[in-house]
């Protein structure tokens, strides 16, 4: 049988996710959970593509492999209050900010502009990226979902799109970016 051309696209995806995470953090503690990270938000780039859902195991599973790094960064912190206040409070805050942009976005345009699976996704970037980067996520998200609904409009010709990609193309250049002390 002839193999789909996802899978070998996955796969690249997966290593190019990768190398650039190698080429900012190279092989870190910090570095070992962001390659285990990588297929899963591979898939869920191509899940959100193909069904415009972003399942909640996968969700999930970004989720916990942040959670040992936040655990990583309590322990070692000279003061417990930072990074509880800078990742946790990052979850709750990004959670909260994208659940009420989805609900005042139906309410403005009379339908669903932000799904509940983004939603989730928000709240997992705010564990992983913590507070002060919610500003260069959704400016980031906003510019990478504009030219992703472009190119998306164009190619399909559908108006609706999924914004899970651009999402998590966000949260990969932010943690790139701070991995590199741009931010």
């Not at 962001?34 to 191509?46: E, G, S, Y």
């Not at 989730?120 to 992983?128: D, H, Q, R, S």
């Not at 510019?143 to 108006?159: E, V």
Request: glycine content about 10%; aromatic content about 14%.
């Amino acid at each position: 049988k002839k193999i789909s051309v996802i899978y070998p696209i996955c796969e690249t995806l997966t290593l190019l996710g990768c190398l650039g995470i190698y080429a900012v953090y190279g092989l870190t503690w910090f570095s070992i959970p962001i390659f285990l990270l990588m297929p899963f938000l591979v898939a869920l780039i191509i899940i959100d593509f193909e069904h415009m859902i972003l399942p909640n195991q996968l969700v999930a599973i970004v989720f916990a492999l942040g959670l040992p790094i936040f655990a990583t960064r309590l322990y070692f912190a000279e003061n417990i209050v930072n990074p509880a206040l800078l990742y946790g409070a990052g979850a709750m805050v990004f959670t909260l900010f994208a659940l009420a942009l989805s609900l005042s976005m139906k309410a403005i345009l009379k339908k669903e502009a932000l799904g509940i699976g983004d939603v989730k996704f928000f709240g997992c970037a705010g564990l992983w990226l913590g507070l002060p980067a919610l500003g260069n996520f959704c400016i980031i998200g906003g510019i990478t979902g504009t030219l992703l609904g472009i190119i998306w409009k164009k190619t399909t010709g559908k108006a609706a799109f999924p914004f899970g990609p651009a999402l998590i193309l966000s949260f990969y250049i932010v943690l790139l970016l701070q991995g590199s002390h741009f931010l």
